[in-house]
Nanobody
Framework: EVQLVESGGGLVQAGGSLRLSCAAS????????IGWFRQAPAQERGGVSC????????SYANSVKGRFTISSDNAKNTVYLEMNRLKPEDTAAYYC???????????????????WGQGTQVTVSS
């Protein structure tokens, strides 16, 4: 059974850091693109970052470039999102998702991801 479990969310002051984890089971993260998304209340779910399985390329939303880093630990079958210099506008539920597309690259939209975790809440206070 394919499963993704996020952890690491919490309450942090602006300027602080958090590391989110996305533990995968039922498949190996080095064979599939893994993306991080976030959704704030009354807003659409938007892409934050993604790591491609085809070449390990990473991509980031403009709003998080230079502050967030995505990485993968194949031995632990886990993908991480290191978040630094957090801002109140980063407050959202964060989700990881796996794409089982044949190209192994990061899909351009959330709708092209096949499996999702349950999410972890990140709250940044000002």
């Amino acid at each position: 059974e394919v499963q993704l479990v996020e952890s690491g969310g919490g309450l942090v002051q602006a300027g602080g850091s958090l590391r989110l984890s996305c533990a995968a089971s039922g498949f190996t993260v080095d064979e599939h693109a893994i993306g991080w998304f976030r959704q704030a209340p009354a807003q659409e779910r938007g892409g934050v970052s993604c790591i491609s399985a085809s070449d390990g390329a990473t991509s980031y939303a403009n709003s998080v470039k230079g502050r967030f880093t995505i990485s993968s630990d194949n031995a632990k079958n886990t993908v991480y999102l290191e978040m630094n210099r957090l801002k109140p506008e980063d407050t959202a539920a964060y989700y990881c998702a796996a794409s089982f597309g044949t190209m192994k690259t990061c899909p351009p939209t959330p709708y092209q991801y096949d499996y999702w975790g349950q999410g972890t809440q990140v709250t940044v206070s000002s």
